[in-house]
């Protein structure tokens, strides 16, 4: 690649605006850390209402995302992009998959309130979409060394791993590397009080949990409204807020554990005395007014495989803002919180174990202080300009993946397109009425890759 400031496209399927989810917060840090070593145009399929004298953002989906590939020399994407633009696999672009998520784990809960058809099509459908950006991917990053160690089993699957690949770095890391979300390199500044004072009924001086995001079916916050409720019994001036309910992503819905988590607050009679429900996605150049105004960050959740490999982004923004965290055990979290002294670490769905370790936080000032002070020392190396060097190593000197270069295909895909060859070849014969099997054959395998569930 010539010495020119490399071209860089960053794709997401999420909203880039004043109100971003996990996905649309990662691409945009992405973009940053990438715009110190080429060119970066940031592109979000579903809306762009934001700007930055960093990079340029987008809104372009579909065929309106075709010439900024074209225009680009690499080519960074999350989610569904390969899946829903599937033009990019066949292009001479340098592809980056940030696999930083386990789509296919996530959906099993995320999925469950689907017909039972729809969810097992969904399902499936969710492994392709890995599958398609493992199999084309000249590099990959993920969250952290457990989920690598999740990927390479599956990337192994896909023969990834192959004498090329293993030639070029037995340790696969030149193929797939841990760039894990971050923390914000700048200290969070409050230029308002968000919750103290600011919403009905918590006071200035009120203990306040804060739960930092959405409420998903594989979340649990059922435990921990019953957990906040029997403290607050005893101690009136507890209280619980979630930050954000309605997602900025329009095509995320609400979920059944929302709901449910709603039901149950009104059934204990928490609602809007010690429960508190923020109907809004709170923008994200203002969380810091929320998060400055909470004693303590919560995350909980179910005991299920998405928990084994997840990455809880909102744990990270709690650090940032100098919050000790409570949390379920099972998650890639747990041993970092219990290791470093970051907080308390509960056994999933324990109602007394989680009341007292909320206690102990909010009301034992010395193990508060120390803490605190574990905190403020551990959030230092877990900065954005720390944790994405890998990928930022990679854009100043790429390379296209080695097996690529070697022209090793897998037997799946093998099998396929000698399939489709055989089916065109027929199409051109005059014998094409005799060989509806064969015809069938490949129209489903051109269905299969076309499914959205």
């Known amino acids: 690649m010539e010495d020119r400031r490399k071209h860089i496209l960053v794709v997401t399927p999420d909203t880039i605006g004043e109100r971003m989810a996990g996905p649309a917060i990662r691409a945009w840090n992405v973009s940053q850390a990438l715009s110190a070593v080429g060119e970066v145009r940031l592109a979000s399929t579903v809306g762009a209402t934001v700007t930055t004298s960093d990079f340029t953002i987008l809104h372009a989906g579909g065929e309106a995302l075709k010439p900024h590939a074209e225009w680009a020399d ?3 994407f999350q989610g569904h992009i ?5 033009w990019l696999k066949p292009m001479d672009k340098l592809l980056v998959a940030d696999i ?19 969810y097992y099509a969904s399902t499936i ?3 392709e979409v890995m599958n398609d950006q493992i199999e084309r991917a000249d590099f990959m990053v993920c969250a952290s060394e457990k989920q690598r160690d999740f990927w390479l089993g599956q990337l192994a699957a896909m023969t990834r791993v192959n004498p090329a690949t293993y030639a070029a770095d037995p340790t696969l890391r030149n193929l797939l590397d841990v760039a894990p979300f971050g923390i914000q390199d700048t200290p969070p500044v409050q230029k308002r009080h968000g919750i103290r004072g600011a919403v009905d009924g918590i006071g200035m001086d009120d203990k306040i949990i804060v739960w930092g995001g959405g409420i998903y079916n594989w979340f649990d916050p059922l435990t921990l409204i019953s957990a906040v409720g029997r403290l607050a019994a005893e101690h009136p001036e507890v209280r619980l807020f979630f930050l954000g309910v309605k997602h900025p992503n329009p095509d995320v819905p609400q979920m059944e554990m929302e709901r449910a988590a709603r039901r149950l607050s009104d059934e204990l009679g928490l609602t809007d005395r010690v429960v ?14 929320y998060l400055l105004d909470a004693d303590l960050g919560v995350s909980t959740h179910l005991e299920h495989i ?14 940032w803002a100098g919050l000790p965290v409570v949390a379920t055990d099972g998650d890639t979290f747990a041993p970092l919180i219990r290791e470093n002294g970051l907080g308390r670490i509960v056994p999933p769905q324990d109602v007394e174990a989680l009341e007292e370790a909320l206690g102990a936080l909010l009301f034992d000032e010395e193990e508060r202080a120390r803490t605190r002070e574990h905190v403020d020392g551990f959030a230092d190396g877990m ?24 022209g090793v295909i897998s037997q799946r895909n093998q099998i396929t397109a000698d399939l489709r060859k055989r089916v065109a070849g027929m199409e051109r014969s005059s014998s094409w009425r005799l060989t509806a099997p064969l015809r069938a054959a490949g129209t ?9 569930g």
């Open 444 to 452: 489903w395998v051109s269905s299969l890759r076309r499914h959205r």
């Open 276 to 289: 508190f429900f923020n109907e809004t996605w709170v923008p994200y150049d203002e969380r810091a007014d």
């Open 82 to 86: 390969l899946r829903t633009h599937p």
């Open 100 to 118: 930083y998520d386990p789509v296919h784990l996530e959906w099993l809960e995320q999925g469950r309130d689907l017909p039972e058809a729809d």
């Open 74 to 76: 690499i080519v960074v």
């Open 125 to 127: 459908d969710a492994v």
């Open 383 to 406: 900065h954005w300009s720390t944790t994405l060097e890998p990928l930022v190593r990679y854009a100043k000197a790429p390379y296209p993946a080695a097996d690529r270069v070697r």
């Open 306 to 319: 998405e928990t084994a490999y997840s990455f809880r982004t909102r744990v990270l923004d709690y650090w």
